[in-house]
């Protein structure tokens, strides 16, 4: 059974950095790509990052390009978002997620203004 555990979200505040970590356990990780979403509240779960298996491709929505940064360590099983110059909007339960559908439980980041 897959199981994806996301850890590293916090209160901090505008303009400043988190580190996101998801713990992926149960497959061959570095068999997939994996990729990141969030959801603030009220609004649908949005696409932020996405990094193939290899991480020699990366992806990033437009409003986080820039700023956040998706890395992994196949030997560690972990994928990583490094996420600066963080704005309120941020503000979201993030997700980790990858290619055969899983998902983690969400950990939130919550960015004062």
């Known amino acids: 059974q897959v199981q994806l555990v996301e850890s590293g979200g916090g209160l901090v505040q505008a303009g400043g950095s988190l580190r996101l970590s998801c713990a992926a356990s149960?497959?061959?990780?570095?068999?997939?790509?994996m990729g990141w979403f969030r959801q603030a509240p009220g609004k649908e779960r949005e696409f932020v990052a996405a990094?193939?298996?290899?991480?020699?491709?990366?992806y990033y929505a437009d409003s986080v390009k820039g700023r956040f940064t998706i890395s992994r360590d196949n030997a560690e099983n972990t994928v990583y978002l490094q996420m600066n110059s963080l704005k309120p909007e941020d503000t979201a339960v993030y997700y980790c997620?990858?290619?055969?559908?899983?998902w983690g439980q969400g950990t939130q980041v919550t960015v004062s203004s």
């Open positions: 997620t990858d290619t055969r559908g899983s």
């Open positions: 149960g497959h061959t990780f570095s068999s997939y790509a």
């Open positions: 990094i193939s298996w290899s991480g020699g491709s990366t």
